[in-house]
């Protein structure tokens, strides 16, 4: 079996201007928030990479993660994974174990499937709830967002302003797959292996599923949903957020 990295590390023209730039804007949020910024790492390729960067050009961005209770065993493998390649001390924040009972209790393990409001209720308590309280003090954030990832983000800007007055950067917004993965090979990230059987977006274990060669990278996700936007909630506007 080839691994990700066979399939998809290429170098293409440009990369390297990629790569500085990108460094330059995760210099500029620790600058500007000096102490107040945080890379909210979803364990995926793109959070490792930002992590390596963070970590590779010491740059005081604190890195974060959330537990949903929900994630494979190889994705939480990555937690101790960080510590010991980088010495970062990652933060992990998790759901109110009260407000998971609860949910558990009334609409059962399996509630996602259920219904799409019932999907986004389980994300609103595992993922929306602890990203609030990840976030609170900071003053920007730091996320692995592409363009080429989805129609919902092919708009993805380097930063932005959002409502709350927090700034938010995507350093990778317009790398490709193959720049990722040229980064990783480049620099021997640490990676999900859930990657090499074809998981390209992983979220929790439920609600996350392989994908076939030329598929969409988001069709992994949520893929018993039709017509409705591959996302949790968490780079939505808050009135999508919270539906």
Not at 120 to 139: F, T
Not at 167 to 184: M, Q, R
């Amino acid at each position: 079996m080839t691994s990700a990295v066979q399939r998809h590390a290429r170098k293409a023209r440009g990369f390297e201007a990629r790569v500085a730039y990108a460094v330059c804007l995760l210099r500029e949020a620790a600058e500007d928030h000096a102490g107040r910024v945080v890379q909210a790492n979803s364990l995926g390729v793109e959070g490792m990479v930002l992590t390596d960067m963070i970590a590779r050009h010491d740059l005081p961005i604190a890195v974060a993660t959330l537990d949903t209770g929900k994630l494979h065993a190889q994705t939480l493998a990555l937690i101790p994974r960080i510590r010991e390649r980088y010495g970062v001390d990652v933060q992990v924040y998790r759901p109110s174990v009260e407000a998971v009972v609860q949910f558990v209790g009334r609409h059962g393990e399996n509630a996602m499937f259920d219904s799409l409001a019932l999907r986004k209720a389980c994300c609103a308590m595992r993922k929306i709830e602890p990203m609030q309280r990840l976030l609170a003090g900071h003053s920007a954030w730091v996320t692995g967002l592409r363009r080429e990832q989805s129609e919902a983000r092919r708009h993805v800007p380097f930063y932005e302003l959002e409502d709350n007055g927090r700034e938010k950067f995507y350093p990778l917004a317009d790398w490709s797959e193959a720049d990722v993965w040229h980064y990783v090979a480049r620099f021997d990230v640490p990676y999900n292996p859930l990657h090499d059987d074809w998981y390209a977006s992983i979220g929790c274990a439920p609600c996350t599923r392989a994908v076939s060669a030329g598929e969409d990278p988001r069709a992994g996700r949520w893929w018993w949903e039709h017509g409705a936007t591959k996302e949790c909630g968490l780079h939505l506007q808050p009135e999508v957020a919270s539906a």
